[in-house]
């Protein structure tokens, strides 16, 4: 739990992970920030790959790269079974939540399979911070763009909307984010709401953006917001700039 008792939720754009010669991969200077909105000297720290099917690859590539920080680092599966007895217990006494990128359509569908949408909004509400990259950081929001249904991205309108927002991720490096999130928002398929490019997080305290984060230099976050019939305006908002571990 946060010792702020505020609800925070950290959606990274892209960047989770950096280049490390020794380990493959370290943590980023991302992954820092979202433990230090817990308030604890050691967080206990659950990750979820269901976006990517939970194949036990990623399972260990996630605790290589998690097990780096001073956290105490669990994992909840849902294939072929939920890997926990309990998975509310278990992720409300958790103080950060991470949920990996993939397919978020997918995603969405098994979480409600199996009511972890609601469950994720109760531990939000009780101040386990919420975190994760593209798929993970999509999750929480209204809805925004995805490649879950091909290489061709396309509207996802149901995402669990405990931020009332669109959300852009990879904003960035993949071309086709920026203008379809413009067009979404413009005709009204999709709320105003923010996006992030590669190594940056947005950060909500409740349903309120407070800021962006990155450890780039030039890498930013932006607001989109209707403007007029059919179009939509994109604001950059700079974000704080975050040293290296």
Same mark, same amino acid.
Request: charged share 15%; net charge negative; aromatic share 6%.
């Given at each position: 739990m946060s010792t702020d008792g505020q609800p925070h939720i950290l959606a990274i754009g892209g960047g989770t992970f950096v280049p490390d010669g020794r380990?493959?991969?370290?943590? =980023?200077?991302?992954?820092?920030? %979202? !433990?230090?909105?817990?308030?604890?000297?050691?967080?206990?720290?659950?990750?979820?790959?269901?976006a990517v099917g939970d194949g036990a690859e990623y399972v260990a590539r996630f605790y290589a790269g998690f097990s780096q920080l001073d956290a105490e680092v669990s994992h909840?599966?849902?294939?072929?079974?939920?890997?926990?007895?309990?998975?509310?217990?278990?992720?409300?006494?958790q103080d950060l939540i991470y949920v990996s990128g993939g397919s978020v359509a997918n995603l969405l569908a098994l979480w409600r399979l199996h009511g972890l949408d609601e469950i994720m909004r109760e531990a939000w509400q009780e101040g386990v911070v919420l =975190?994760?990259?593209?798929?993970? %950081? !999509?999750?929480w929001h209204a809805g925004g763009n995805t490649d879950s249904f091909g290489p061709q991205l396309r509207p996802l309108t149901d995402g669990l909307g405990f931020l009332p927002y669109s959300c852009g991720v990879h904003y960035d490096s993949d071309p086709q984010r920026r203008p379809l999130l413009q067009q979404l928002v413009g005709e009204g398929t999709l709320p105003g709401g923010y996006a992030a490019d590669e190594s940056v997080g947005l950060h909500y305290v409740g349903t309120e953006f407070v800021q962006?984060?990155?450890?780039?230099?030039?890498?930013g976050a932006y607001r989109v917001e209707p403007d007029g019939p059919g179009t939509a305006k994109e604001t950059r908002l700079e974000p704080r700039r975050l040293a290296a571990l």
């Open positions: 380990e493959g991969v370290a943590p =980023s200077p991302l992954m820092r920030y %979202a !433990l230090d909105l817990t308030g604890q000297d050691r967080p206990r720290m659950c990750f979820l790959t269901t909840l599966s849902l294939f072929p079974m939920p890997s926990v007895a309990d998975m509310r217990e278990h992720l409300l006494t =975190s994760g990259q593209s798929a993970g %950081a !999509l999750c962006a984060v990155s450890y780039k230099q030039d890498a």
